[in-house]
């Protein structure tokens, strides 16, 4: 019989099923390195087939394709992805200005993993509440900058359910939905005000470095009741589910060629196309439309430098 994955405990898998059943699964030792160079090869948001035994176990023996997936590098073995989700209508990445601050490279690391994998993304601008006039503006710029290269981005104060919900339950309405970003972004809080209730642990910040503890420890989806959202939205009342992950420090070039890296930033590839070589890595080479990009403003040095540091990765066969 087939279910939904919808937890991961390491060691164990929690399936759901069309009757409301959720049973534990394991999977068979010779199925995790089945042509899979993962520390997970079944991972939440994955439909799979499971054999129920006589003695009580349950066997995931099989995956349906996935249309999509997002990974990164697995914290215990370098050269190894970890599968952070798979089957996503739309990947949020959480992040905030201050109390921690998310860092324009990360952002940009984790839009460009989204594209590779063809993972539709938005930002979510958490603790709003906290930032004084002069910080609002910079957010405000950095909104603009995301915003004029064509995702969509809200702001939030998690702590504020009313106005969380109005702003993100009809853009999660009959969405898997995975929700993403460093720890200590309110990631957690912010399901909490979601799902009406305490599901998810929540972590204070470091007051030494400002930075946030890790709560949750693998990946985990619920539910989400979106009812009082308009079915606009929704027409084929598709059920909306919110993954929760990790909060994660980093995304790399995993699996991706030199090559490729500039096509996961849009306005550098859109860009690209005016370079006189066809193969233009935008490091120097002659008559690069790109650098000619950025020396005019057009393309924002921040983006550009993201850029460079992923090409760096893949160069070096570094993870940062």
């Known amino acids: 019989m087939q279910g939904l994955v919808v937890k991961s405990t390491g060691s164990s898998y929690h399936v759901s099923f069309r009757n ?8 068979k030792g010779n199925f995790r390195i089945k042509g899979i160079r993962s520390t997970n090869p079944v991972a939440v948001g994955d439909y799979v087939d499971v054999e129920r035994q006589t003695d009580g176990t349950n066997w995931i023996t ?20 970890h ?3 798979a089957n996503i209508d739309l990947a949020a990445l959480i992040v905030t200005l201050r109390h921690p601050e998310t860092s324009l490279t990360f952002i940009d690391r984790f839009l460009a993993t989204a594209e590779a994998y063809s993972v539709p993304a938005c930002l979510i601008f958490n603790k709003v509440d906290l930032l004084t ?12 900058l995301y915003e004029s290269i064509g995702y969509q981005t809200i702001d939030t104060n998690a702590k504020d359910r ?21 720890s200590g972004v309110g990631k957690s ?16 910040i470091s007051s030494v470095h400002d930075k946030g503890m890790h709560t949750t420890t693998f990946s985990e989806m619920y539910p989400l009741d979106v009812s009082e959202t308009e079915s606009v939205n929704n027409p084929s009342n598709s059920p909306s589910w919110i993954i929760d992950t990790p909060g994660i420090k980093g995304f790399g070039s995993l699996d991706m060629q030199k090559e490729e890296i500039s096509h ?8 690209s196309h005016n370079c006189r070589f066809g193969n233009c890595t935008h490091t120097g080479e002659p008559d690069c439309a790109v650098l000619k990009a950025v020396e005019n403003g057009n393309i924002a040095p921040s983006r550009f430098n993201s850029y460079l540091s992923m090409l760096g990765d893949a160069e070096e066969s570094k993870y940062r």
């Open 20 to 27: 409301g059943d959720v049973i534990e699964c394991h999977v």
């Open 62 to 81: 099989d995956i349906e394709e996935r249309k999509n997936y997002i990974i990164r590098r697995s914290t215990n073995l370098s050269k190894q992805s």
């Open 83 to 85: 599968i952070l989700a």
């Open 133 to 144: 006039d002069e910080e609002l503006c910079e957010l405000e710029k950095v909104r603009q």
């Open 162 to 182: 009313e106005a969380t919900q109005r702003k993100l339950l009809p853009l999660f309405q009959g969405k898997i939905t995975l929700l993403s970003g460093n």
């Open 189 to 204: 809080t912010l399901l909490n005000t979601l799902l009406g209730e305490e599901r998810a642990r929540t972590g204070a």
């Open 264 to 271: 996961y930033f849009k306005e550098i590839f859109l860009t």
